[in-house]
């Protein structure tokens, strides 16, 4: 069987990287075609997957007949237009999250994939295919501790841009967690609750952070999120659950630790793509392997829209410092 072939929509930081990691880590598919209007951007990243093609957008690369299957890589506010456009060309489509920005236009993504009749979206939600996480999820459900009464979580960054502003907090970076602990311990967050902590001096003027974010799930299990995106020393995340009967830690730096002159010290990651590289090279392996036969083997368009939702209860807690219930529309039989 010839590779398949992959159009990558979005030419900037993880579009790039998502083609280099197809060029060398993925088998069974190559990059075929590069999108974005900003064509020098497109041209460099197309250098980087010979033998592909720029195109300045998604219509245009469609018409042409350029690809098998979509890898969509840019920021959430473009992806409304792209996802249904994918849906109506019957294009097996990894989107990097979120799904869209708000629980509104999701529904319509899934709307356009239920009247269609085919699973097309899977949503780039890594954690997943992180190995301990997957671990982790295998000790919840076999329960040899005894029942998960909370999870911990911690998710820091070294820094962020001054675009970064405090809304994003939830929308661009909770939101893994949102997604999950969902997955952890399949029930869905119903309430969010948002406390903020001592504000960093390390905060531009349009930032306001650390924050805790509480998710409880249907199921009684409330895990706290510590967000910190101005912590300096590196990029950290890491969860503690607590059981009836011990604890479980996923996310802590493995490498080589130092004891010199009365102190010890090791390296910490500065980036998620060195922390979660191998969970994107899993997840982009099998999303191939599930595309070359026409489907998807990941998270869900209703799986997005379902984070899309407690991200908005998210984001209004965040921002009127009270707790938020989450509402969600019925979810379709197509999805069961």
């Given amino acids: 069987m010839s590779d398949l072939r992959i159009g990558v929509v979005g030419a900037g930081l993880m579009g790039a990287d998502h083609i280099i990691r197809i060029r060398d880590r993925v088998a069974g598919a190559a ?11 497109a041209e460099a990243a197309s250098a980087e997957a010979p033998g592909s093609t720029v195109f300045a957008s998604l219509d245009a690369a469609v018409s042409a007949g350029a690809m098998d299957a979509v890898l969509i890589a840019t920021p959430g506010k473009f992806h409304l237009d792209d996802l249904l456009a994918v849906v109506e060309a019957g294009l097996p489509t990894l989107c990097e999250k979120p799904l869209t920005p708000d629980p509104e236009s999701a529904l319509k993504v899934v709307d356009a994939e239920v009247a269609g009749g085919r699973r097309l979206i899977q949503v780039g939600f890594m954690r997943r295919f992180d190995a301990q996480y997957m671990e982790l999820r ?8 005894g029942d998960l009464l909370a999870l911990r979580c911690v998710h820091r960054n070294p820094d962020v841009p001054e675009s970064y502003t405090t809304d994003m907090l939830i929308n661009d970076s909770v939101v893994h967690e949102i997604d999950v602990v969902r997955f952890l311990t ?26 805790l ?8 299990v409330i895990a706290d999120v510590e967000m910190n995106v101005a912590v300096k020393f590196g990029y950290q995340v890491k969860t503690e659950a607590v059981f009836e009967n011990g604890i479980a830690e996923i996310g802590r730096t493995s490498g080589t630790t130092i004891w010199h002159e009365g102190r010890y010290s090791g390296a910490e990651h500065t980036s ?22 026409g489907g998807i083997d990941g998270p869900s368009a209703w799986d997005g829209y379902l984070v899309a939702a407690a991200c908005a209860a998210g984001t209004e807690a965040l921002l009127s410092g009270r707790r938020v219930e989450v509402a969600y529309a019925p979810k379709p039989d197509f999805y069961a």
């Fill in 31 to 41: 990059v075929a075609a590069v999108i974005d209007p900003d064509i020098p951007k």
């Fill in 138 to 145: 295998d000790i919840i459900r076999d329960q040899p501790y």
């Fill in 186 to 211: 399949d029930s869905p967050i119903v309430a969010v609750d948002v406390k903020h902590l001592k504000r960093s001096t390390n905060d531009h003027k349009d930032l306001d952070e650390p924050i």
């Fill in 213 to 220: 974010a509480f998710l409880e799930t249907e199921n009684g």
């Fill in 272 to 293: 998620f793509k060195t922390r979660f590289a191998a969970a994107f090279e899993t997840e982009l392996q099998r999303w191939v392997n599930a595309a070359r036969n």
